[in-house]
């Protein structure tokens, strides 16, 4: 079972026909096993979906959420204060990058669930980036499917 960290530039993708990697992004999220969803990317994705996309798709792409939490297939883990110290942590360790909360917490996660895969179009940061893990890098998919 493939466990993903997803992040919001890949769940947008997902849900704009007009992105070229709607339908990788799509077959990522079908084929996972576990998605891990921070509240942060959540919050983000909803804030920019109402912005860009419209209420029809953001329903849609909430009501979603809810049914695969539900189902067991996405995660929507607590951002307790070991992850907040943890991802302040990863943003000192990379401040070149000036990575956002949102990154530095997803690099987090994938710790706490032990995966190296991301779902992600960062590609400079979550390149950059070391994971947290025994992994030497990150596999940003759809990229290194």
């Known amino acids: 079972m493939i466990v993903i960290v997803a992040d919001t530039s890949a769940l947008l993708a997902s849900v704009d026909e007009s992105h070229p990697a709607m339908e990788a992004s799509r077959s990522v999220l079908e084929h996972a096993g576990l998605i891990v969803l ?10 920019l979906l109402r912005r860009i996309a ?13 049914e695969e939490t539900r189902r067991g297939r996405v995660k929507l883990p607590e951002i307790t204060g070991d992850v907040m110290a943890a991802s302040r942590g ?3 360790r990379y401040g070149a990058l000036d990575l956002d909360l949102a990154d530095a917490v997803n690099v987090v996660l994938a710790s706490e669930f032990r995966t190296d895969a991301v779902l992600t ?9 070391r994971p947290l893990t025994a992994h030497k890098t990150f596999r940003i998919l759809p990229d290194d499917m």
């Open 38 to 47: 921070s509240p942060l990317v959540l919050a983000e994705a909803d804030h």
């Open 54 to 66: 419209g209420a029809a798709v953001r329903q849609e792409f909430l009501d979603g959420i809810v």
């Open 90 to 92: 990863v943003m000192r």
């Open 121 to 129: 179009f960062d590609r400079r940061d979550f390149r950059s980036i």
